[in-house]
Structures are given as C-alpha cells and as structure tokens.
C-alpha cells in the first residue's frame, strides 16, 4: 500500500468509530433514518449524504484546533475559513475534505482566556493534567489508534459541581468538559434528497411530523444572507451522566443537523443531473452557526 491509501484507510476506520459512537450516544440518529426509510425518501440508511461532523475544544496549551487539526491534516484535509463568534467567546475554523464523498469538518475553540478568573481555574484544574500535545505522540496512520484516542477521556471525570458552575457562565464550556471530543453533530444533506424532501423547509416539516424537535434559535431554518445555505437542526439528546464521587446529573449530548446547499448563481443554467458538490454553495455562515450551537444549550433543551 502506497501512504495515501494509508491515510485513507486510517481516515475510514476513524469516521466509522466517530459515527458508531455517535450513533449509539444520540438516538434519534437511527430514529430519523429510520423515519426516512418508513417514509420511502431513501431505501437504505447509507444513501445519505454526510455534509459535516462538528467538534468542539477548549482553547489551552497543549489542546484547541491546533492539536486537534493535526488529525485530519494528516488525512488530507485543508484548513479554511475563520469564524468569530464574539457573544459565545468561540473561534472557529472549517476543513475541506480530501475527496469530496468525506464530511467537510467544523472545529470550534472556546477563549478560555476571556472567561471569568474561576471558569478558567475551573477547566486548568482537568486540562493541566494534559502536559504535551496528546496528539503528537498518536501513530495517525493507525486509524484503531486515532479512534481509541478520540474517544478516551483528555482528563479525569469532573465534579457536578464544576460542571454546573461552568454552564452558568459558558454552556460551551460544560459541555466539553464533559463530553471532550466526542462527535457533536454529523449533518444530512437534503439538497439531493427526492422532491418534496430536498429542502430544509420540507424536511424540517417531515421531521416534525414524525414529533422529532428541532432548535428555534432565530427561527427553525438558519439561512445564509447570500441564501445559498439553508440549515436546521435537532435540540441535543439528553444524556445521564455519570460524575465524580458517584454523583449523576441529566447533561446535553449530541445533536443531528440537515443541511441544504444551493447551486450557485453561475451554475443556475446546469442540467440538473450535471450538479456536483462544487456547483453548490461551499462553506459555513456565523450567523447560522452562531444559532445552532444553541442546540445543546439549556435555552433549547428545556424548551
Ligand atoms: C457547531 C455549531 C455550528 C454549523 O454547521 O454551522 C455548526 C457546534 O454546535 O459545535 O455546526
Ligand atoms: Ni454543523
């Protein structure tokens, strides 16, 4: 094997133990493809197009997108936009894949830096157990390795205590300390779904028929100003958590999301069976993302 079907390889087996775990972690996953199939809008769950996974991390030493991006520029994945969400103190970057039947990936950083004096000596207490960069001492061609890794814990269990003082001032931040780097989202693409279900106001409208509950912040469709890119998505699966000292507390999980991109003004006279991913809007938008973060806030998750 020459190294690029290395990496690929390693990249397989990391998406499939990233979706695996996923899957069992939210169960709406299964539920919702399930619905599709009972709905005759696919016939077998690997038709669906994936059209991005999201991760979250913390920005400190020896942690962030920039221990984290070493992963999946390994893989081929290049590096491109900067996001900037200024209310939730996040930066963000997204990754374009090596082949375009991969995810893209949207990575999001926490500034720690700008949080109060007793969040940051909250997270330090966990992330100062990190003392060099976990990624650099990984074999990325061992995709088993890679995988094993994205799923350990970076540090010890926390405290409840920790947990609920840190969502008072940043959900984001409770939300890492406690799920790290498991799998935030993964993203159905519904543009090149059957008519009637091949927009997000569509599918939103057949999701809700089948009682799943979709994310209102700023309305249930996220649409980019250039119109190009339409978005949604679940509230977050709730999950019982076990913490420190034997205590439990009901936390937010992951989350699904749906996506549509539409075809560039440029490409608007293409026959239809000629569109391909690069005749349609590419990227992200802070003004959708900046909302559907909100999917694992408590603001969505009480509702
Ligand atoms: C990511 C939210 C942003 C998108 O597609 O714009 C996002 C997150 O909740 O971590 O997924
Ligand atoms: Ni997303």
Redesign the pocket.
Known sequence: MNTSSHTKAALDTVMNGLMSRYQERVPDVKAILAAMIQEGIIGHENEIEN??I?FRTLGVPHLGIASFEKIFLHYGYQKREYYNFEGKKLDAFWFSPPEPHYPRI?VSELRVKELSEEAQAIIHRYTQEVTSDPVDSLDLNDGAAVDAFLHQPLWRTPQLSDYLALLKESEYAAWVIYNRYYL??F?ISVHNLPESYNTVAEFNEFLEKYGFKLNDSGGKIKKSPDGGLL?S?TVAQMIEAAFADGETHTISGSYV?F?ERRILPEFSHLPADQIQRMHRRDG?EAGN?DK?FESTYTSQTSR
């Open positions: 059209d991005h999201a949207f935030n989202h993203t978005q998505s999301e996506a992200f993302a559907i």
